[in-house]
C-alpha cells in the first residue's frame, strides 16, 4: 500500500489543522493506522493510532485530549484533526500502516509510510 500525506502548513498557537493521508495500492480496512511525527534533533513520536474499522484509538500523551484520529475505508483516507495547536507541536506528520490487528506504538513496528508533511505553530 503507497501512502501520502497532505494538509501541513503555518498556523498559530490555538489554532486547528486537519491531516489527511490517501492510500492506494490496496483497500486499507485489513491495516492498523497511525501519525507520527518528528521534530529536529528529535525521535520519531507516536501521535494517534486507529483499529480495522475505526472503533479502537489511542494517542500520545501529549496530543491527547486535542487530536482526533479518523479514517474512511470506504475513500481509503484516515484524517487527524488537530485542534488546540501548540509552538511544541511542529514537527513533520508521518502516516503509517501495518497489517495487524492490535494497535502498535512503535515506529519500527509499522510497514508503510508516508512521506510526511510538515506542520508549523508559530506561538
Known amino acids: 500500500v503507497q501512502l501520502q500525506a497532505s494538509g501541513g502548513g503555518w498556523v498559530q498557537a490555538g489554532g486547528s489543522l486537519t491531516l489527511s493521508c490517501a492510500a492506494s495500492?490496496?483497500?486499507?480496512?485489513?491495516?492498523?493506522m497511525a501519525w507520527f511525527r518528528q521534530a529536529p534533533g528529535k525521535e520519531r513520536e507516536f501521535v494517534a493510532g486507529?483499529?480495522?474499522?475505526?472503533?479502537?484509538?489511542n494517542y500520545g500523551d501529549s496530543v491527547r485530549g486535542r487530536f482526533i484520529i479518523s479514517r474512511d475505508n470506504a475513500k481509503n483516507i484516515l484524517y487527524l484533526q488537530m485542534n488546540s495547536l501548540k509552538p511544541e507541536d511542529t514537527a513533520v506528520y508521518y502516516c503509517?500502516?501495518?497489517?495487524?490487528?492490535?494497535?502498535?506504538?512503535?515506529?519500527?513496528?509499522?510497514?508503510?509510510w508516508g512521506q510526511g508533511t510538515q506542520v508549523t505553530v508559530s506561538s
Open positions: 503509517a500502516a501495518d497489517q495487524s490487528y492490535t494497535l502498535r506504538y512503535n515506529y519500527d513496528e509499522y510497514d508503510y
Open positions: 495500492g490496496r483497500t486499507i480496512n485489513t491495516y492498523i
Open positions: 486507529i483499529g480495522w474499522r475505526g472503533v479502537r484509538s
